[in-house]
């Protein structure tokens, strides 16, 4: 089989501890008035304060919007477009967790080209470059530094929804690990988790043959060569340092590999995309209000479980990256379901769900999530082993019973 690949990254990454202090030097490459996207918890901190004032002795005027909301409500959005309209910025600095630097994204695209975020909606509904965006993440999880996505909620819309566009891609990525040491246990927890599920997902997402018209009409076009050696540095370093970051904030080796994965993981799923546990999130957390990496983590193993069948040299290959069977048995089966109790183990340890019944999902709201997920197409398709109607109602049950076996059939 021939090699095929895409990958869509900003033209810098930059990854290590003290990174931020090249904020002001990268902004000043990019432009000279900056919107700075972030949320109020950040707003108030020294090294906020320090990032606002170095930027401002390069001689680069900043306008700070401090108001971003989890989720990115849609209207907020606009309510930050409108109070930047006469500012006049050339780039957009995004600084905290994924709902800042998708507020950025968001808005360096409605000040680029106008309208309404619903224009946007959906793959390819972009029409050309936006402002600069430069990604500064203080958590470690979305990938959103480097991903082709910027997710909001929408009131009229049930599920939060996305906008897909390699025109999205930041044109820089600053990754301090510094900056996610003030994250508290339980943030960090959902927020690896979240990225372990990307970096899973990706690898072990749907192979397609390469149609040289797949990339040009899809954001996400299943795993490759590229992406799946970020993938699995990412579950290497993943599975090495997440306990190790949550159980200890100041362990900054640790810290730094968690930062790395996260990044990592958001390289690979910018291209291959995520499938099922992705899919099914969507509606949990619509209903519940828990966190993404809450949700998406407590249904990887079932979704590993279910895609065994189809994929299970795949999950065994995830299962040496995530420090199985060093010597290197050949018996694929076992490695795959050891890599499935290994996911399950971890993620018991750090506080995930292991159930949809824990996250407080309704039992009469099942299959509703059932049809709300198989609905989700752009995942769907992604997922290695297909679904019909019966077989995703059946993986919500054995998820929400916490009946991994059920989860196979």
């Known amino acids: ?102 507020m950025a994204k968001c808005a360096s695209l409605l000040l680029a080209h106008g309208g309404g975020l619903g224009d946007y909606y959906g793959e390819f509904k972009v029409p050309g470059p936006v402002l600069p965006v430069i990604a500064v993440p203080t958590t470690a999880g979305t990938g959103s530094e480097v991903t082709p996505v910027a997710v909001v909620s929408d009131p009229e819309c049930t599920l939060k929804v996305g906008i897909s566009s390699p025109y999205l891609v930041a044109a820089a990525a600053i990754c301090d690990p510094e900056l996610t040491v ?44 590229l992406s799946d050696q970020f993938a699995l540095h990412a579950i290497r370093l993943l599975s090495r340092s997440l306990e190790r970051a949550v159980a200890d904030g100041s362990d900054i080796d640790a810290r730094a590999d968690v930062m790395m994965g996260a990044l990592a993981a958001g390289c690979a799923f910018g291209t291959a995309g995520t499938a099922a546990a992705h899919a099914v999130q969507y509606p949990v957390g619509a209903v519940t209000h828990t966190a993404h990496g809450l949700g998406v983590a407590t249904m990887l193993p079932y979704v590993m479980t279910y895609n065994r069948r189809a994929a299970a040299a795949e999950i065994a290959v995830v299962g040496r990256a995530l420090g199985l069977d060093p010597a290197g048995v050949e018996d694929e089966e076992a490695l795959a379901d050891a890599a499935i109790g290994e996911v399950s183990r971890l993620f018991a340890a750090i506080g995930i769900s292991p159930t949809l019944a824990g996250l407080g999902l309704p039992e009469d709201r099942l299959d509703w999530t059932a049809e709300q997920a198989l609905g989700i197409g752009r995942l769907i398709k992604n997922n290695p082993r297909s679904f019909d109607s019966a077989a995703m109602r059946g993986l919500v049950r054995a998820a929400y019973d916490g009946d991994l076996a059920a989860s196979a059939l």
């Open 182 to 225: 003030s994250c508290p246990p339980g943030l960090t927890a959902t927020t690896g988790a979240d990225a372990l599920t990307h970096a899973i997902e990706a690898f072990t997402a749907i192979r397609r043959p390469g149609d040289p018209e797949l990339p040009q009409q899809h954001v996400f076009v299943g795993k490759s060569d």
């Open 1 to 102: 089989m021939s090699l095929f690949a895409v990958l869509r990254l900003p033209r810098e990454i930059l990854f290590g501890v003290g990174q931020r202090h090249a904020l002001a030097s990268v902004a000043g490459r990019t432009g000279r008035r900056a919107l700075v996207c972030t949320d109020t918890r950040f707003a108030a901190t020294p090294v906020f304060a320090e990032m606002i004032a170095a930027l401002q002795a390069a001689g680069i005027t900043v306008l700070v919007h401090d108001q971003t909301l989890p989720d990115v409500p849609r209207d907020t959005v606009a309510g930050c477009v409108e109070a930047a309209r006469g500012f006049a910025s050339d780039m957009v600095i995004g600084i905290g967790g994924g709902s800042c630097l998708d």
